[in-house]
């Protein structure tokens, strides 16, 4: 929840924040509402391969944990998910974020 905490502050998208969510709602359904927290579907598309880039890194750090006995930082997690999305920006990816 932390994690999704900072990068709803870090890129300013609110309904990353957990305070946000409904408890009753299923991933999909979150996905879809992240086209409905803003007027623009251009950024409602950044937000969701955001989404979708964080999840992959958090599903990525829980391999570590699991199955290599390591661990990042939260700041070190979260720096990933920042270069990455650097990174699909530059590859053409739908991210206008400045990334930090």
Do not use: Y
Request: glycine share 6%; proline share 5%; charged share 25%.
């Amino acid at each position: 929840m932390v994690v999704w905490r900072k990068l709803a502050s870090q890129f300013a998208i609110p309904s990353f924040d957990p305070s946000s969510w409904d408890d009753r709602g299923s991933t999909p359904e979150w996905c879809r509402s992240l086209s409905s927290s803003t007027s623009c579907s251009s950024w409602a598309k950044c937000a969701r391969s955001l989404a979708t880039l964080a999840c992959w890194e958090i599903w990525k750090e829980r391999n570590r944990r699991t199955f290599d006995d390591a661990r990042m930082t939260l700041d070190g997690l979260l720096v990933r998910i920042g270069d990455e999305a650097l990174h699909w920006k530059l590859a053409g990816g739908l991210i206008p974020f400045d990334p930090g």
